[in-house]
């Protein structure tokens, strides 16, 4: 051998000797040589990278040169590869980008074992759809959120309610009068205490008995204050003078609702008839049963309205008595002056009522006594 033939033989690199001994010697079916793999999928990942992924729905199937210059000789797994390859670019081409989740990009590529794993690795991820992670952001609270006022020209105009008008009443075909009132006076001569109210109720003109309405508190006042020793009922009206010497009258006839359905005219036209019926039967005191009714005797006597600081529960002053005229010699009958028992006042407490009444309840148990009178219980036969 000689010198140019060993330095051709030395300088010669192994990648030349193997590529000359492969191109010379084929090899063995179902082997596939080194070379010629690290080839077709050098090739293939330059086309991969250099496409954008972006725009991986463009037309980015590789032309027949590119695919001339791969080995198809390389065998059949390199075969049905790049067919994969081609199948996966076509449809990809044609399918629509779908947003996936990291959940069904884990569901799409399941992990293999490490020994299932084969060359084509590259391919299965290239066939993965393109994953997209969800952006997490805060969002923004509604409070926190400038919200323009809407203005008057878009706001809805607001639905006001009209009230709905009630009808009136009609009034009345028929007013009560004096006639109508089957109450009768109860006023015999010579009364320890003779008691004085406004005017009948609807009740009691109906029923012909005094304070007949459950919500008055003329029957509970006199039994608590002494005056009776039982608590009678409105139908006992008539038993009052034989068994206490206490009798009834009212200033006005005419029965009403309520004592304020009264006029001024006619409490004042009530005064001279209850000054004649004190002066005819002469009983020692005189309670009236509410302040209205001093406030009428006041006016007709002086001529004016009675004034706050001139009022006053209890005894009035003895030139006040009623019933005293200028042809008599009679000094008239002192003036009590206590609270109404209706059930409609409540400006004073039931303690501040009974404490008022207490005190006439007083005078007449001693009067009484003095008298000689001895009240008598409730009997039937009266």
Request: aromatic fraction near 4%; charge should be positive; hydrophobic fraction near 30%.
């Amino acid at each position: 051998m000689s010198t140019s033939n060993v330095k051709t033989e030395a300088n010669s690199s192994p990648l030349e000797d193997s590529s000359q001994s492969s191109s010379s010697s084929p090899p063995p079916p179902g082997d596939v040589s080194v070379d010629r793999i690290t080839s077709f999928h050098g090739t293939l990942n330059r086309f991969l990278l250099t496409s954008n992924t972006a725009d991986i729905s463009a037309d980015v199937r590789p032309s027949p040169s590119t695919l001339e210059g791969l080995d198809t000789s390389a065998g059949t797994e390199t075969s049905t590869a790049s067919r994969n390859v081609l199948d996966h670019l076509s449809v990809t081409k044609t399918r629509p980008r779908t947003r996936t989740t990291p959940t069904t990009v884990a569901a799409a590529n399941p992990i293999r074992p490490k020994g299932e794993r084969s060359s084509t690795a590259h391919l299965t991820s290239s066939r993965s759809p393109i994953t997209q992670t969800n952006r997490i952001t805060r969002s923004r609270s509604s409070s926190s959120i400038p919200q323009s006022s809407p203005s008057p020209s878009n706001a809805s105009p607001r639905r006001t309610r009209t009230p709905r008008s009630r009808k009136p009443k009609p009034p009345p075909t028929h007013y009560p009068t004096a006639a109508d009132s089957l109450l009768q006076d109860t006023i015999p001569p010579n009364l320890t205490l003779l008691l004085v109210g406004v005017n009948p109720g609807i009740l009691t003109g109906t029923t012909g008995f005094a304070y007949a309405h459950p919500s008055n508190l003329y029957w509970k006042l006199l039994h608590s204050s002494g005056i009776t020793s039982v608590r009678h009922p409105p139908s006992d009206t008539y038993k009052l003078p034989a068994l206490y010497n206490v009798g009834n009258t009212n200033i006005v006839e005419r029965p009403s609702r309520d004592a304020s359905m009264l006029t001024k005219a006619e409490m004042d036209a009530g005064v001279p008839v209850l000054e004649a019926k004190v002066a005819a039967q002469r009983p020692e005191a005189v309670c009236l049963v509410g302040k209205g009714i001093w406030e009428a005797v006041w006016r007709v006597r002086h001529g004016r309205a009675l004034r706050k600081e001139e009022f006053r529960y209890g005894w009035q002053d003895v030139q006040e008595n009623m019933g005293c005229t200028a042809d008599s010699d009679w000094k008239g009958a002192p003036v009590f002056v206590t609270t109404t028992t209706s059930g409609l006042a409540a400006g004073m407490s039931m303690a501040e009522k009974e404490a008022i009444w207490a005190e006439l309840g007083a005078w007449v148990v001693k009067r009484r006594a003095e008298t000689g009178f001895e009240p008598v219980g409730p009997d039937p036969d009266l």
